[in-house]
């Protein structure tokens, strides 16, 4: 007899050829179910039927379409994976009524009107009714995880316009030396009614029955603050979420010989927002992800995610989300499946800030000619660094560029295939290099 193909819908429960009637897999057509499972028709009953759904690829559209969530009664754990710009917030909702956020992207006495804080997070608390959260957790001192948490808890006492119940300060401890950090701190010590607690592996977030959220990492704090980030994973059912902060390489590596097989999770926000020193292979070897979701800016000046990490995380063949380009990420879970959720549909691969062209040496831009509307075409380029591209003139090869003020490795790695010397043998002496600080 021939195999029989069903699906499983994650959230209705129901087993079919197709999507069940009403079902979230019929809801606007946004969402599709995209697991199936072969079995002989006498042993479909026993069959175990897993099921992800995750969306599909909305028509362009000149405003974000609007979400297609999954009925908040259904879901056991939603979690938010937060548009900050460059930097990290995360919040976390589960059914039991319990919520945790994760940073709070940048912000501080030196970002009043950029503050993630005030223009992204407590916006969303708003929307969905949250006034309390059970845990406030600070992954790291880095002023991109931080800074929107000041102005959240400086915000939101009682008898403010928006006032927020918060139970739980959770540190990793690494002692931060910017203001910032001390503007964070004091903002918690004036707020006596939130327990403060230093966290690390082996310790654990109550965030309601059938939802287990342990720490796991780090064990014990390095020199580095982004390897000293509180990791957790999220797990509910058969769905899982390893949420890295900044872990990088040093990071990875010790919660791989304290955890081994335990990191496998079927999400993974990538460390570091994607840095070529986080996302090693055999880390992503072990956890096996399915989804990956990236937090970075546009066009940031780091470079983010990295080329070469992008490789390796592309290399796991997990669906790979980025919030620089779909937005707000938000994935819900029933403990069987999963949907997830993109704020705006990504840009075609030609369109993408960081896409790098195949360009023929007549298509790409002569640093020794070119005048400064040009160079600026190119990515990182301002009106400052072209006039200095200019000023150091003439460049005998590609690498010259480097005695520029400002141009480094990182950025030499985007404008390589995107640059030329031209025919330089004729080309006199080079200028003497630029002052540098």
């Known amino acids: 007899m021939k195999p029989m193909t069903k699906l499983a819908c994650a959230f209705c429960g129901m087993v079919a050829l197709a999507a069940p009637p009403g079902c979230l897999a019929e809801e606007g057509g946004a969402a599709e179910v995209r697991a199936v499972v072969t079995t002989e028709p006498a042993a479909a009953e026993a069959a175990e039927v897993k099921a992800v759904i ?33 930097g990290d917030a995360t919040l976390i909702v589960t059914a039991a009524g319990k919520t945790a956020l994760i940073d709070g992207g940048m912000g501080g006495s030196g970002y009043k009107t950029k503050d993630k804080g005030k223009t992204v997070i407590l916006p969303l608390l708003k929307e969905k009714g949250i006034t309390r959260l059970d845990y406030m957790v600070m992954t790291h001192p880095d002023f991109d995880h931080i800074g929107g948490l000041v102005y ?26 910017t203001y910032l950090y001390q503007e964070l701190l004091e903002a918690v010590k004036a707020r006596p009614e939130i327990k403060y607690r230093l966290v690390k592996s082996g310790d654990a977030l109550d965030l309601g029955a ?43 590596k010790a919660m791989l010989e304290e955890h081994g097989g335990g ?4 999400i993974l926000k990538a460390g570091h927002h994607g840095s070529g020193h986080s996302s090693g292979e055999e880390f992503l070897a072990t956890v096996k992800p399915e989804v990956i979701i990236i937090s970075a800016g546009p066009r940031n000046k780091f470079l983010l995610p990295d080329a070469q990490a992008l490789k390796r995380l592309e290399a796991t063949g997990a669906k790979i989300y980025r919030t620089d380009y779909q937005g707000t990420i938000t994935v819900s879970t029933d403990g069987k499946g999963y949907m997830i959720d993109a704020e705006r549909e990504a ?72 640059i030329t010397v031209g025919d330089t043998a004729a080309a006199p002496t080079p200028a003497p290099a630029e002052p540098r600080d």
């Open 54 to 86: 995750t969306t599909k690829p909305a028509a362009p559209a000149a405003a974000p379409p609007a979400a297609v969530g999954l009925k908040r009664a259904r879901a056991a754990v939603t979690v938010h994976f937060l548009d900050v710009d460059q």
């Open 152 to 177: 959240i808890l400086e915000n939101t006492r009682k008898g403010s316009e928006q006032p927020l119940e918060i139970v739980e300060f959770l540190d990793p401890g690494h002692p931060g030396t």
């Open 210 to 252: 059938g939802v287990k959220a342990d720490v796991v990492g780090p064990k014990d704090l390095f020199d580095d603050p982004n390897n000293s980030s509180i990791v957790i994973r999220l797990a509910v059912g058969d769905v899982s979420m390893l949420l890295t902060g900044d872990a990088a390489f040093k990071a990875e």
């Open 263 to 266: 990191l496998r999770s079927t």
């Open 347 to 418: 840009p075609p691969v030609a369109e993408r800030w960081d896409t790098v062209p195949d360009l023929t040496e007549e298509q790409k831009v002569n640093i020794n000619t070119a005048t400064e509307a040009q160079l600026r075409t190119l990515p990182r380029i301002g009106q400052k660094m072209a006039a200095g591209i200019i000023a150091n003139r003439p460049y005998r090869n590609i690498d010259d560029l480097q005695r520029v003020r400002g141009i480094g490795v990182k950025i030499m790695e985007r404008l390589r295939p995107l």
